[in-house]
């Protein structure tokens, strides 16, 4: 079975950081590209970044671009997401999730059950 | 960048057919996906490629796209579906990036 758990959530203030992980289990990790999503309070979702089975193709939504770094470790089976200069409107649940498919064509099979990250003062 | 766009909800009566739409610009040229949100919970994908079923997903799941729409249809519509609904693309035409539709909340009556 697929699992996806996200970690590292909580609150920080306005210019911090703050550094979120997923533990994947139940399928061959190193195989599979990797995304973050995140949603608002009450609002809709949004994608955050994607990292390739290899980390050598990265990308990053314009509203996070120069502030948050993806990273993965196969050998652990883990993903990260490096946040820094946290604002406000970075307050979200962060979801980790299983890309499939290649080109224009990905999607993300598998979502993990998210970690909640509030940016206030 | 790309915009997808969706009703805000969607009203219908168990039994009945609910369709939900998503405009893009030329939409009908990309694989879209759909999700499922209950309150509370991880999306979960219900459509993939514009009109395939992950396992698991119940056959009153379609989905079509041609043009600048695509449409979810949930056919027999159960209390159960109660939830919100968000199409997605990824957009490979200048930075990659995924893109969401605004949600759609479907309301059983």
């Known amino acids: 079975e697929v699992q996806l758990v996200e970690s590292g959530g909580g609150l920080v203030q306005p210019g911090g950081s703050l550094r979120l992980s997923c533990a994947a289990s139940?399928?061959?990790?190193?195989?599979?590209?990797m995304n973050w999503v995140r949603q608002a309070p009450g609002k809709g979702l949004e994608w955050v970044s994607y990292?390739?089975?290899?980390?050598?193709?990265?990308y990053y939504a314009d509203s996070v671009k120069g502030r948050f770094t993806i990273s993965r470790d196969n050998a652990k089976n883990s993903l990260y997401l490096q946040m820094n200069s946290l604002r406000a409107e970075d307050t979200a649940v962060y979801y980790c999730?299983?890309?499939?498919?290649?080109?224009?064509?990905?999607?993300?099979?598998?979502w993990g059950q998210g970690t909640l990250v509030t940016v206030s003062s | 960048s790309y915009v997808l766009t969706q009703p805000p909800s969607v009203s219908v009566a168990p039994g009945q057919t609910a369709r939900i739409t998503c405009g893009g610009n030329?939409?009908?040229?990309?694989?879209v996906h759909w999700y499922q949100q209950k309150p509370g919970q991880a999306p979960v994908l219900v459509v993939y490629?514009?009109?395939d079923r992950p396992s698991g997903i119940p056959e009153r799941f379609s989905g079509s796209n041609s043009g600048n729409t695509a449409t979810l249809t949930i056919s027999r519509v159960e209390a159960g579906d109660e939830a919100d609904y968000y199409c997605?693309?990824?957009?490979?035409?200048?930075?990659?990036?995924?893109?969401f539709g605004t949600g759609t909340k479907v309301t059983v009556l």
């Open positions: 030329n939409i009908g040229s990309k694989s």
């Open positions: 990292i390739s089975s290899s980390s050598s193709t990265i």
């Open positions: 997605q693309v990824w957009d490979s035409s200048s930075d990659h990036q995924g893109v």
């Open positions: 490629d514009d009109s």
């Open positions: 139940g399928f061959t990790f190193s195989s599979y590209s």
């Open positions: 999730a299983r890309a499939y498919g290649s080109g224009s064509e990905v999607y993300f099979d598998y």
